[in-house]
């Protein structure tokens, strides 16, 4: 049985990694690992559980034994809808603070290679070209700059309806790339054989189409006889 194909797409928050793992892998008929997802999910439970974010032990043994499932796009914590709890800002600081702990890392590393299924998986997050799928034969770094990133960000809240400060939103995003790239376990780096975007400039369907083309190029059966 070969291995299913992986594409990685790492970069920083609000680079548009979320969409843009989600459009190519609807075009490519592949599977999904927002990995984001289980630190901002695995901080909530410890939040909810009362658990110190400083007792590394105990966050990494509910890291472990996350209750959580995945249907219809939807995530649920112990059987409670959390699809948007992990989406707020609280959450996804605190999703920062527990993807330090180097035993949280441990933790989720075989339950992320187990997304990897034919046809094939994309997998968003940080480090997920440099430590989860070293081998990957497509491997992405999305960037942007912290201005065009918390203005993005700025825009999808001010829709929701909710009200923000964009210079706050700046200065949040720049703590948490700081935090992220800094860190000693699995900094926010490129892989070395990374095809590095910038899409500062760029809107979505760019990227996409970029990204398919490093795909179609990297692995030209892709998509035929499937
Ligand atoms: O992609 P996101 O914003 O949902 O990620 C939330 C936090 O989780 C982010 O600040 C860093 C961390 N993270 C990580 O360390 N490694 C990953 N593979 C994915 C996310």
């Not at 989406?87 to 603070?97: C, H, I, L, P, V």
């Not at 990897?116 to 480090?127: K, N």
Request: no cysteine; net charge neutral; aromatic share 4%.
């Amino acid at each position: 049985m070969t291995e299913p194909p992986v594409l990685t797409i790492d970069g920083p928050s609000g680079s548009g990694k979320g969409t843009v793992a989600a459009r190519v892998a609807e075009k490519l008929g592949w599977h999904v690992l927002d990995s984001g997802a289980l630190y901002r999910l695995t901080a909530l439970a410890a939040r909810r559980a009362g658990v110190d974010f400083a007792d590394h032990a105990a966050v990494a043994e509910i890291a472990r034994k996350l209750p959580v499932r995945f249907e219809g796009g939807k995530v649920f914590l112990d059987g409670e809808d959390v699809s948007l709890a992990i989406r707020t800002e609280t959450a996804g600081n605190d999703a920062s603070k527990v993807a330090a702990i180097p035993e949280v890392r441990a933790a989720l590393l075989d339950w992320q290679r187990g997304y990897a299924r034919q046809p094939g998986l994309v997998a968003d997050g940080r480090d997920m070209g440099t430590k989860v799928f070293p081998d990957a034969p497509v491997k992405i770094f999305l960037d942007a700059s912290a201005e065009e990133r918390a203005r993005r960000r700025y825009k999808q809240l001010k829709e929701k309806g909710i009200d923000v400060n964009l210079a706050g939103l700046i200065a949040e995003i720049e703590e948490r790339d700081r935090r992220d790239r800094n860190r000693s376990v699995a900094p926010l780096v490129p892989a070395d054989d990374a095809l590095i975007i910038d899409s500062t400039a760029m809107n979505v369907d760019e990227v996409v189409d970029l990204v398919l083309r490093a795909v179609r190029k990297a692995l030209p059966d892709v998509g035929k006889g499937q």
